[in-house]
């Protein structure tokens, strides 16, 4: 229905709803009220931020020590060639502690983290979107497990294309999985949600 620019005629919304038709009007309430908030909060001290953001500081250490082990073993699947000074041996010990690493990082934040922040925090509840992301990583870590364990039992040849092709099936969601969770634990999200006292109180 065009209006060349104008306001809608008085009778096109009612038109709308007894068609079927999905309306907006404008921003969704609890949306503009987020806004509103956020512009309200005042400017954190130097001491403020630091008991804010530890949590996202103590994650991106552990998230950082993952991307440098990724870039490592992904850089020699690309190029076809492992680092000069590591062996078969140590390439393959070293893509198992990327698998049991990550595998236990992820467990401690589902057991003992995620249940916490999600008291507050609709994005760490089970069914929204860094849970999510942990199934669709570890589907493809299972597979990347399984093609380097094969490889240690001497059941199949190490080739660097096909571990790059398992690796390139979970990269994308592990990296902005990686990205995401440490900006949502980042001072300026975590203000919203909880004091500093609370903060304080954190299992991190």
Not at 136 to 165: Q, S, T
Request: proline residues 4%; aromatic residues 8%.
């Amino acid at each position: 229905m065009a209006t060349n620019g104008m306001d809608p005629p008085e009778g096109a919304f009612k038109e709308m709803a007894e068609e079927g038709l999905p309306q907006c009007t404008g921003p969704r309430q609890e949306e503009v009220q987020k806004e509103e908030e956020a512009k309200a909060l005042p400017k954190l001290s130097k001491e403020e931020f630091r008991k804010y953001n530890h949590m996202a500081e103590h994650m991106n250490y552990f998230h950082e020590n993952f991307r440098q082990t990724w870039n490592l073993l992904y850089t020699a699947a690309s190029s076809g060639k492992r680092p000069s000074n590591m062996s078969i041996k140590q390439f393959l010990s070293t893509a198992e502690s990327f698998v049991s690493h990550l595998t236990l990082h992820h467990n401690i934040e589902e057991q003992h983290i995620f249940p916490v922040l999600a008291k507050k925090m609709p994005v760490f509840k089970k069914e929204m979107q860094l849970l999510t992301q942990h199934k669709k990583i570890h589907d493809g870590l299972d597979v990347f497990e399984a093609y380097i364990a094969a490889c240690r039992r001497g059941e199949r040849d190490l080739r660097m294309g096909e571990l790059r092709e398992v690796m390139d099936g979970f990269g994308g969601v592990l990296w902005e999985h990686l990205d995401e969770e440490v900006r949502e634990l980042g001072a300026e999200n975590m203000r919203k949600y909880w004091t500093v006292e609370e903060m304080r109180r954190m299992p991190m």
